[in-house]
């Protein structure tokens, strides 16, 4: 018991003198996912955005953290009334999502994360845009799925663009309907151990099919 | 017993983890300051943190950080923010606070920043300052696909409604070059036959950037008085495409693949006006609707992490053959044209170290027109190549400098006989050197000087241009530009081939313009002063003797271009308006004294307006041209040039619907012009007899028929 005791007093100042404060990876990111999911405005998303980096920067391995740093801003970036801005926010964006890619390039999120950046940009300037992105999106969307088709928010993400495309160019509720309904089954099958993996879209899906759905029985009725 | 000794180790060992632990201090310490550019401005949403903590914070609007960390000891402190390098210091944090003042250095790069305009209208995707691009080329009526047709909608340019080439401020269209890729394309117009408008040979969907110059160009560009049009072909081809096309004026099909690192895109066109010149009647005789054929291929390869190979080859056929009535000989002559043209080019852009880029190309081009005019066939053969070199070196954060070198190569054969008795041949080489350094001052302030140093061999004379342009940024979404420039450009070969001792003609440029955009709104003016000397000046046309010409020839050309753009106001609809200014005068040719040319027009006006109609997934655009009267030479009248014509309008109309058919994206397009069936006179043509009556006859050079369609339908496969 003895020696027990005064091993364990040492080994209690061996951590003490070490490093004041160990790096709790997956306290600091539920905090940080925590915030990101109440912040809003420029200035506090940009707070919330730093803060994933940092945790990126610090751990040189992990592609998560600047994941969420780039979600948080492209979603900010879609309510930025100034065209400039958005656009220089999604330059942020882009970048942190560049450094994510070069971590780990065969993750399927990432490249859904992609997709989801595109639209946002289209309309800084429709015109000149409009095609050419709306072209990269669907293309990363067939990225993320050869890396992983269950992925559910490809076929969210798939879904809620048709939903918004006019017919003429390929879009519509009626093509979008079955690509969301795939969503919503892949959303269900959906399954990972990670209490740190992203999980929008479910419910954006969910409210999407209803959508479809009353304006169906809308127009019947 | 043994319980008491067991809770007095106990005890003991609490006391000193107790004391280790207050000796330690596990308290938090702060990390304060703020945080500035080098012009002592704060730095907002900096992200400042420990190097391998998470601790770390965000500065404020101000600049002022404070963070919070119970890190101690040796530490590093790290500063990022977009704009800026990144910023690192080492750090002894004690118990005490720490304060600090940093200093961020600013990234300079190409989007942010003042950029040069004087002259110059820039458009890509890339650059936020977008004023042309292939999709507004295809979309503006007046134009017809044609991309000269749409810089003609541009400020600057003159209507020249017969010619159909691009004519800049007061100067003549061979005063315009083009270029592709930075590579000279010495025959960039179809043929045509006299008095009928031509058009460029390359598609506007072909270009991912179209730079169009008015003035003041780079040190890069030589041999033209007045402006230059530069092309870039575009890019990788994203993915794997085919079409085909049915017009009423030919077929097309084309198709593109993509491999990881590489490309290839292929377009063929067939065209004919045979069924278009049933439909709209044409007051000209044709005994042979123009027909055309023509191939172009492009290969694209990524090369290393930088590196970009382009290859552009383009081959077409034409022939079309004609009545002519020959009004000031009074004769009806037949004319037939035939034309063979090929031209290729191969471009490489690329990094060879981080200081250094590279632009490196060659290009080859041939043509040939054979022309039979009453009987008397004419070959003109041009062989042409170039070669050119520019590096680019990054200085400095704020200073790069351009060294080029280029070659270009003419061989030009002219063979009016049937036995090869009458042959004109022809050789130039016309070597080039230029260095042009490119200064970012600071944030607001960009200066750019250039030397170009050319010589022709055929001229047997060379000289030395500088170049000088400058941009100040007067505020956020605003700039001042300015540029002055020496430019020569040798005499055409038409002329030099009678009169070979000819120097070139010379052209001084001053522009200073005023810009302001903003969120998606463009405004433009921009006042010149062109001084033009050693003009070429005959005693008569098509003189074989080169003592009838001279260099003595000179003019002027000054105006004002305004220049709107709006793609916001109007929700889904995107319109500009252009109105140039201009005020010229010049002795050349054949002229007794200098006056305005018969190719200019005091105003010029374009009013450009398109909308897409949700609804009926319908493109519209619609263009409003006017240009005041063009000046004409009244053979009854002494005065020289006295005559003016009735001004120019024009009203044209394009729709494009989009639809699907068996699950394929189409399109179906149709482009009106001259709806509104305005009479449209360009000038005067005037016997060379005169009548009975001692006065000479004259004809209106007038388009070939009056309102006029083309429609389109386009299917992706």
């Known amino acids: 018991?003895?020696?027990?005791?005064?091993?364990?007093?040492?080994?209690?100042?061996?951590?003490?003198?070490?490093?004041?404060?160990?790096?709790?990876?997956?306290?600091?990111?539920?905090?940080?996912?925590?915030?990101?999911?109440?912040?809003?405005?420029?200035?506090?998303?940009?707070?919330?955005?730093?803060?994933?980096?940092?945790?990126?920067?610090?751990?040189?391995?992990?592609?998560?953290?600047?994941?969420?740093?780039?979600?948080?801003?492209?979603?900010?970036?879609?309510?930025?009334?100034?065209?400039?801005?958005?656009?220089?926010?999604?330059?942020?964006?882009?970048?942190?999502?560049?450094?994510?890619?070069?971590?780990?390039p065969e993750e399927s999120e990432?490249?859904?994360?992609?997709?989801?950046?595109?639209?946002?940009?289209?309309?800084?300037?429709?015109?000149?845009?409009?095609?050419?992105?709306?072209?990269?999106?669907?293309?990363?969307?067939?990225?993320?799925?050869?890396?992983?088709?269950?992925?559910?928010?490809?076929?969210?993400?798939?879904?809620?663009?048709?939903?918004?495309?006019?017919?003429?160019?390929?879009?519509?509720?009626?093509?979008?309907?079955?690509?969301?309904?795939?969503?919503?089954?892949?959303?269900d099958a959906f399954h990972t151990d990670d209490p740190l993996w992203p999980t929008w879209g479910e419910e954006e899906t969910r409210i999407e099919l209803e959508k479809i759905e009353n304006a169906v029985t809308q127009e019947a009725g | 017993m043994i319980e008491i000794r067991h809770k007095m180790y106990l005890k003991s060992i609490l006391?000193?983890?107790?004391?280790?632990?207050?000796?330690?201090?596990?308290?938090?310490?702060?990390?304060?300051?703020?945080?500035?550019?080098?012009?002592?401005?704060?730095?907002?949403?900096?992200?400042?943190?420990?190097?391998?903590?998470?601790?770390?914070?965000?500065?404020?609007?101000?600049?002022?950080?404070?963070?919070?960390?119970?890190e101690t000891g040796e530490?590093?402190?790290?500063?990022?923010?977009?704009?800026?390098?990144?910023?690192?210091?080492?750090?002894?944090?004690?118990?005490?606070?720490?304060?600090?003042?940093?200093?961020?250095?600013?990234?300079?790069?190409?989007?942010?920043?003042?950029?040069?305009?004087?002259?110059?209208?820039?458009?890509?995707?890339?650059?936020?300052?977008?004023?042309?691009?292939?999709?507004?080329?295809?979309?503006?009526?007046?134009?017809?696909?044609?991309?000269?047709?749409?810089?003609?909608?541009?400020?600057?340019?003159?209507?020249?409604?017969?010619?159909?080439?691009?004519?800049?401020?007061?100067?003549?269209?061979?005063?315009?070059?083009?270029y592709m890729d930075g590579m000279l394309v010495r025959s960039p117009y179809f043929s045509s036959m006299p008095q009928i408008p031509t058009r460029g040979r390359f598609s506007p969907l072909l270009f991912s950037e179209t730079v169009f110059s008015t003035g003041g160009y780079s040190a890069e560009y030589g041999d033209a008085l007045s402006s230059i049009v530069d092309l870039t072909t575009s890019g990788l081809e994203p993915d794997d495409k085919a079409s085909?096309?049915?017009?009423?004026?030919?077929?097309?099909?084309?198709?593109?693949?993509?491999?990881?690192?590489?490309?290839?895109?292929?377009?063929g066109l067939f065209a004919s006006n045979a069924l278009h010149h049933r439909i709209f009647k044409q007051n000209v005789d044709w005994i042979k609707d123009p027909v055309l054929g023509d191939g172009m291929v492009m290969f694209r390869q990524k090369l290393g992490e930088t590196g970009l190979l382009k290859t552009f080859c383009s081959f077409n056929a034409q022939t079309m053959e004609m009545n002519y009535d020959h009004f000031e000989?009074?004769?009806?002559?037949?004319?037939?044209?035939?034309n063979r043209n090929l031209y290729a080019n191969t471009t490489y852009t690329g990094t060879l170290s981080e200081k250094w880029l590279i632009r490196t190309g060659i290009s080859f081009g041939r043509d040939l027109e054979d022309i039979t005019y009453a009987g008397q066939p004419v070959l003109t053969t041009q062989n042409s190549g170039s070669g050119k070199l520019v590096l680019t070196h990054l200085t400095r954060d704020n200073l790069k400098i351009r060294w080029g070198t280029d070659v270009n190569w003419e061989n030009y054969l002219l063979d009016g006989s049937t036995d090869g008795s009458d042959v004109v041949h022809m050789n130039d080489i016309q070597p080039s050197l230029f260095v042009e350094p490119e200064w970012k001052i600071n944030e607001k302030l960009a200066i750019r000087a250039g030397a170009r140093a050319e010589y022709s061999s055929i001229l047997e004379s060379g000289s030395v241009l500088p170049r000088l342009s400058a941009a100040y940024k007067t505020g956020k979404f605003s700039q001042v530009s300015l540029a002055w420039g020496k430019f020569r450009q040798k005499p055409v070969n038409e002329i030099l081939m009678f009169a070979p001792g000819l120097q070139s003609a010379r052209a001084d440029h001053y522009i200073l313009n005023y810009q302001y955009k903003r969120q998606l709104r463009t405004f433009r003016i921009e006042t010149y002063y062109k001084k033009y000397d050693d003009l070429v000046k005959y005693r008569v046309p098509y003189s074989s003797d080169p003592r009838d010409y001279s260099n003595a020839g000179y003019g002027y050309a000054g105006g004002v271009d305004v220049f709107w753009r709006d793609r916001r106001t109007i929700k889904g609809a995107d319109y500009w308006i252009s109105y140039s200014y201009l005020n010229t005068k010049r002795d050349h040719r054949d002229y007794p004294l200098s006056v305005m040319p018969d190719y200019a027009s005091a105003h010029n006006l374009s009013v450009v307006y398109k909308h897409f109609i949700s609804?009926?997934?319908?493109?519209?655009?619609?263009?409003?041209?006017?240009?005041?009267?063009?000046?004409?030479?009244?053979?009854?009248?002494?005065?020289?040039?006295?005559?003016?014509?009735?001004?120019?309008?024009?009203?044209?109309?394009?729709?494009?619907?989009?639809?699907?058919?068996?699950?394929?994206?189409?399109?179906?397009?149709?482009?009106?012009?001259?709806?509104?069936?305005?009479?449209?006179?360009?000038?005067?043509?005037?016997?060379?007899t005169p009548g009975e009556d001692g006065?000479?006859?004259?004809?209106?050079?007038?388009?070939?028929?009056?309102?006029?369609?083309?429609?389109?339908?386009?299917?992706?496969?």
């Open chain 2, 329 to 338: 000989a009074g004769t009806i002559d037949r004319i037939r044209i035939r």
């Open chain 1, 110 to 187: 990432l490249h859904v994360l992609q997709a989801f950046l595109y639209p946002s940009r289209i309309l800084v300037d429709p015109t000149a845009r409009g095609m050419s992105y709306v072209e990269k999106m669907f293309k990363t969307l067939e990225t993320a799925k050869k890396y992983n088709p269950d992925n559910p928010r490809i076929y969210f993400l798939e879904g809620v663009n048709l939903l918004n495309m006019p017919p003429s160019f390929g879009g519509g509720a009626e093509v979008a309907k079955p690509v969301l309904e795939l969503a919503a089954k892949k959303f």
């Open chain 2, 15 to 70: 006391s000193i983890l107790l004391l280790s632990l207050s000796m330690h201090g596990m308290a938090q310490i702060s990390v304060k300051g703020s945080i500035a550019d080098q012009r002592g401005n704060g730095v907002a949403y900096a992200n400042v943190y420990l190097e391998g903590s998470y601790d770390g914070t965000t500065s404020d609007s101000a600049g002022y950080f404070e963070m919070l960390t119970y």
């Open chain 2, 75 to 178: 530490q590093i402190l790290a500063v990022s923010c977009i704009g800026f390098e990144l910023f690192s210091m080492e750090l002894l944090l004690g118990p005490a606070d720490t304060l600090l003042r940093i200093s961020l250095k600013e990234k300079v790069s190409e989007l942010n920043e003042v950029s040069i305009t004087a002259g110059v209208f820039s458009a890509s995707d890339k650059k936020k300052s977008v004023t042309l691009n292939a999709m507004d080329i295809s979309t503006t009526p007046s134009a017809v696909g044609d991309i000269y047709g749409a810089f003609a909608t541009l400020p600057g340019s003159q209507k020249v409604g017969e010619e159909g080439m691009l004519f800049v401020r007061g100067g003549e269209a061979s005063e315009t070059k083009t």
């Open chain 2, 244 to 267: 085909v096309s049915l017009m009423t004026v030919g077929a097309s099909a084309s198709f593109s693949k993509r491999w990881e690192n590489s490309s290839l895109a292929a377009t």
């Open chain 1, 1 to 104: 018991m003895k020696p027990t005791a005064v091993m364990l007093l040492f080994l209690t100042l061996a951590a003490m003198t070490g490093q004041a404060q160990e790096r709790d990876y997956e306290g600091a990111m539920l905090n940080a996912i925590t915030m990101m999911n109440s912040v809003s405005g420029i200035e506090e998303t940009v707070r919330c955005a730093n803060m994933f980096e940092r945790i990126a920067r610090a751990e040189k391995d992990k592609w998560l953290p600047y994941y969420y740093s780039a979600y948080s801003l492209i979603v900010l970036s879609y309510e930025v009334g100034d065209l400039q801005e958005r656009d220089e926010i999604l330059d942020i964006a882009q970048g942190l999502l560049d450094s994510a890619l070069y971590r780990a």
């Open chain 2, 615 to 688: 609804p009926i997934s319908t493109y519209l655009g619609t263009t409003y041209s006017y240009a005041s009267g063009r000046p004409y030479d009244n053979k009854n009248d002494p005065a020289f040039m006295s005559g003016r014509t009735i001004s120019y309008h024009d009203v044209s109309l394009n729709l494009t619907y989009l639809t699907r058919i068996f699950h394929r994206d189409c399109i179906l397009h149709m482009n009106v012009t001259n709806l509104l069936g305005f009479d449209h006179v360009f000038g005067y043509l005037y016997s060379e």
């Open chain 2, 695 to 717: 006065k000479y006859a004259s004809k209106a050079i007038v388009p070939t028929t009056g309102r006029q369609a083309i429609l389109v339908f386009i299917m992706m496969l």
